[in-house]
T-cell receptor
Framework: AQTVTQSQPEMSVQEAETVTLSCTYD???????LFWYKQPPSRQMILVIR??????QNATENRFSVNFQKAAKSFSLKISDSQLGDAAMYFC????????????????FGKGTHLIIQP | GAGVSQSPSNKVTEKGKDVELRCDPI?????LYWYRQSLGQGLEFLIY????????KSGLPSDRFSAERTGGSVSTLTIQRTQQEDSAVYLC?????????????FGSGTRLTVV
C-alpha cells in the first residue's frame, strides 16, 4: 500500500515571501500521479497542481511549482509571492496510474499542512 | 449541476441512529468517490463508483457503512447505528471518467457529529 507523509503540521510565512511545503511518499510502482490540494475553511478540496511521475519536468501553475524528486520519492510545493488568500490546509496526494483487476481507485492523502500567511 | 453538491452541510445525530448523506456529482461525470476526513487527519478513501457499480467496497470502515448510486448520478452514503467515532467530514468527489489522470472535483462535504 502507498503512504504519503507531510512532516510539517503547520507553516507560517510573511505575505509576499516564498514558502515550501514538504511531501514524501512510499510506493513500489513506477507510474503514478501526484497532486497538491488546497482546503480552505469552506472544506472544498481545490486542486492546485498535478505531476505525472513519468515526466521529469516539474509542474508549474502561476505562483505554484513543485520539486519532484522521483528517486527520493519527494514532492514539495513551492508557493511564491504568498498572498493572504493562500492561507489554508494543503494536502499532498498520490494515485496509481493504472488499476489492474478493479482495485481501489481513490487518492491516498497525507495528513496536511496548515499554512498561515502573516500580513 | 455546476459543481459537486452535498447535503446536508451539517448533521448532528444521536448515537445509534441511522444517517444518510447525499452527493450530487457534476452532470456527466461517470466516476464518484467518497472520502472521510476525521479531525486533524487527512482524507481516508472509502469507496468509488464507476457508473452505478462499486467494484471495491473494502475501504468502508465497517458493515454499518453502505453506499449506493442510482441512475449514474446521485449517490447516498448510509451509516447505520452511528457511533461517536463516525463523527467526521464526509467528502464526495466526481470525475469525468474513472482512472483519470487529472484530479477530482470535490464537494464541500457533510460534517457529521454523533452525540
Amino acid at each position: 500500500a502507498q503512504t504519503v507523509t507531510q512532516s510539517q503540521p503547520e507553516m507560517s510565512v510573511q505575505e509576499a515571501e516564498t514558502v515550501t511545503l514538504s511531501c514524501t511518499y512510499d510506493t513500489s510502482e513506477s507510474d503514478y500521479y501526484l497532486f497538491w490540494y488546497k482546503q480552505p475553511p469552506s472544506r472544498q478540496m481545490i486542486l492546485v497542481i498535478r505531476q505525472e511521475a513519468y515526466k521529469q519536468q516539474n509542474a508549474t501553475e502561476n505562483r505554484f511549482s513543485v520539486n519532484f524528486q522521483k528517486a527520493a520519492k519527494s514532492f514539495s510545493l513551492k508557493i511564491s509571492d504568498s498572498q493572504l488568500g493562500d492561507a489554508a490546509m494543503y494536502f499532498c496526494a498520490y494515485r496509481s496510474a493504472g488499476v489492474a483487476g478493479g482495485g481501489a481507485d481513490g487518492l491516498t492523502f497525507g495528513k496536511g499542512t496548515h499554512l498561515i500567511i502573516q500580513p | 449541476g455546476a459543481g459537486v453538491s452535498q447535503s446536508p452541510s451539517n448533521k448532528v445525530t444521536e448515537k445509534g441512529k441511522d444517517v444518510e448523506l447525499r452527493c450530487d456529482p457534476i452532470s456527466g461525470h461517470t466516476a464518484l468517490y467518497w472520502y472521510r476526513q476525521s479531525l486533524g487527519q487527512g482524507l481516508e478513501f472509502l469507496i468509488y463508483f464507476q457508473g452505478n457499480s462499486a467494484p471495491d467496497k473494502s475501504g468502508l470502515p465497517s458493515d454499518r457503512f453502505s453506499a449506493e448510486r442510482t441512475g449514474g448520478s446521485v449517490s447516498t452514503l448510509t451509516i447505520q447505528r452511528t457511533q461517536q467515532e463516525d463523527s467526521a467530514v464526509y467528502l464526495c468527489a466526481s470525475s469525468l471518467v474513472i482512472q483519470t489522470d487529472y484530479g477530482y472535483t470535490f464537494g464541500s462535504g457533510t460534517r457529521l457529529t454523533v452525540v
